[in-house]
């Protein structure tokens, strides 16, 4: 249930998937994006998007934010830890 609100805030358009302008609106701050306006900065912003959208269609689905949560958690068992802990 938490994985699917997290999802419902970052999906700003509402249509259930988050795209790679919902996922960097929700990793960065505005003045963020105007520090790293630059070439290495999307390359950067784009792999981290798509070691979410697994099937490459595009967008993250809630399935797909599931299962690589669910592979950071076994891989990094202190993310999971830092993650209960801050909500």
Not at 22 to 47: C, G, T
Request: charged share 25%; glycine share 2%; net charge negative.
């Amino acid at each position: 249930m938490e994985l699917f609100i997290c999802l419902m805030q970052i999906d700003s358009n509402t249509d259930g998937l988050v795209d790679f302008t919902e996922f960097v609106a929700a990793a960065l701050h505005v003045h963020q994006l105007e520090e790293h306006n630059s070439e290495k900065w999307q390359l950067r912003s784009q792999a981290a998007f798509e070691k979410f959208d697994i099937d490459r269609d595009g967008y993250i689905t809630p399935e797909e934010l599931r299962m690589v949560l669910i592979f950071l958690c076994i891989e990094y068992p202190a993310l999971l830890y830092l993650f209960f802990m801050r909500n």
